[in-house]
């Protein structure tokens, strides 16, 4: 019997893979790290994902979006506070990717949203 399929993380988005240390549990395992586990889905990544969904219903089917564009649109007037977003924005779109939704590109090429390094850009998934 092989080893169990990869889990993409609930928070992150990433994929990981089965753990010997996770055996007994490996069902319940949602989280890649611990990491993870405690920072959860919150309530500013549900936002995020919604702003990727907004701009992305406000362009043409093929058009691309910036995270930072999302990350601006939640943290609103303030200039500073988009920063911060960054990141949080980034694991929006790979759980987006995840579920079907976008596909993170580079350089106008599909890219693995658990490696990619680097600028990116996000678009509808293509059917």
């Known amino acids: 019997m092989g080893q169990p399929e990869d889990r993409i993380c609930a928070s992150c988005g990433r994929?990981?893979?089965?753990?010997?240390s996770a055996a007994r549990d490996w069902e319940q395992v949602r989280y890649c790290s611990k990491a993870c586990r405690r920072?959860?889905?919150?309530?500013?990544?549900?936002?995020?994902?919604?702003?990727?969904?907004?701009?992305?219903?406000?362009r043409p089917r093929t058009a691309t979006i910036c995270p930072s564009e999302a990350a601006r649109r939640v943290a609103g007037e303030d200039e500073d506070a988009w920063r911060p977003l960054m990141e949080p924005a980034r694991?929006?779109?790979?759980?987006?990717v995840a579920d079907g939704?976008?596909?993170?590109?580079?350089?106008?090429?599909?890219?693995?949203?658990?490696?990619?390094?680097?600028p990116v850009r996000i678009r509808r998934a293509r059917s």
């Open 91 to 96: 694991r929006a779109a790979r759980r987006m």
């Open 39 to 58: 920072r959860k889905v919150r309530s500013e990544d549900r936002a995020l994902e919604a702003a990727i969904r907004d701009l992305l219903d406000d």
């Open 15 to 20: 994929a990981f893979s089965w753990r010997r």
């Open 101 to 118: 939704e976008v596909e993170l590109l580079q350089r106008g090429r599909v890219v693995d949203p658990s490696t990619f390094n680097g």
